[in-house]
């Protein structure tokens, strides 16, 4: 199944010229469509798409393939679509989700939408908390956790390991090169100098301290700080190269789960629990793995040598 769904995706993204729009289209994120493709990539030992000045396009190979599997999987297609017009009948009612607010802006948004595009009589209600590890409350039947409900009657189900690690943009690191250590990182951004630190002297404030992830966001991105990121709303900027991770700095992890009342109870608590859990669980799409970003880290430091004068100053010694 997971091979028809790359060879799905592949079609539309050369349909499309596009896999954002590909990935849209399908449902899913621009990046789990990515990861979809890679791997196909490396099943295969070739190359699919290939990016011109405007759009995307097929390389030979890539074409061939599309050639090859399009009847198959128009026929496929067809199959299903005559037995879900048959079977499947749009959920009505109410559905009340509640998640805290940095998983209802990255990992719940695209999986809402595309869930209510195949429920539009289903009254869906999101509720964004500030807690980590909501309640479920009132009206709430399902309900995103970093961490596992106690509760007799609450199932909960794993979905993802969201990381938390250093990043910095190109520019920042350029500018200041990649430090060695999150103590060399908090000297620096605090004003203090590194050889002082490890004196022991009296440790520094930070420069700018705060508990909003937007904010952290944007200040890494800016090039101002390197901020300790969580992956879900970093991981769009590491795709796209405007940040730059540093897993050499330490990684913490928080386990997202999905938790919900029994799925007997109310049809829409099932279906929305199954087609989360089958676009959700074990992505890398917001936790990629560990190895990953140390390679995305490698790669982008080797283009990037630490300036002479930041090297030294790491490099020094305390004096005596």
């Not at 979809?36 to 190979?61: C, D, F, I, N, S």
């Not at 079977?87 to 009612?93: H, M, Q, R, V």
């Not at 989700?97 to 289903?122: E, G, M, N, Q, Y």
């Not at 203090?192 to 022991?200: C, I, K, M, Q, T």
């Amino acid at each position: 199944m997971r091979e028809l769904r790359a060879l799905a995706t592949l079609l539309k993204a050369a349909e499309l010229g596009s896999l954002t729009n590909a990935a849209a289209d399908q449902g899913i994120t621009p990046q789990a469509a990515s990861k979809t493709l890679a791997q196909l990539e490396r099943q295969l030992g070739v190359k699919l798409l290939e990016r011109t000045t405007r759009r995307l396009a097929l390389t030979p190979e890539g074409q061939v393939l599309v050639d090859a599997s399009r009847p198959a999987l128009e026929a496929m297609n067809a199959a299903l679509d005559a037995v879900r017009k048959v079977s499947f009948k749009p959920l009505t009612g109410h559905l009340s989700i509640a998640a805290p607010r940095i998983v209802v802006s990255t990992v719940l948004a695209p999986v809402v939408d595309a869930f209510s595009a195949l429920h539009p009589k289903l009254n869906l209600h999101v509720r964004s908390v500030d807690q980590a590890t909501p309640a479920i409350q009132g009206e709430d039947e399902v309900c995103f956790s970093f961490g596992v409900m106690l509760e007799p009657d609450v199932s909960s189900t794993f979905l993802m390991e969201a990381l938390l690690l250093y990043c910095a943009s190109p520019g920042y690191l350029a500018k200041h090169g990649v430090p060695r250590s999150v103590e060399t990182l908090a000297a620096r951004q605090a004003g203090a100098p590194v050889p002082e630190v490890r004196a022991g002297s009296k440790e520094r404030e930070p420069m700018l301290s705060t508990n909003d992830d937007q904010l952290e966001l944007q200040i890494a991105r800016s090039g101002r700080l390197a901020m300790q990121l969580i992956s879900l709303t970093a991981m769009p900027y590491i795709e796209d190269g405007t940040l730059v991770p540093l897993p050499s700095l330490g990684v913490d992890s928080a386990h997202l789960f999905l938790c919900h009342h029994s799925v007997e109870a109310l049809p829409q608590v099932g279906a929305f629990v199954e087609f989360a859990l089958d676009r959700l669980q074990g992505s890398q799409a917001f936790a990629p793995s560990e190895t990953r970003l140390a390679a995305l880290e490698r790669a982008a430091t080797r283009r990037r040598p630490s300036p002479k004068s930041f090297r030294r100053l790491e490099m020094a010694s305390p004096a005596p």
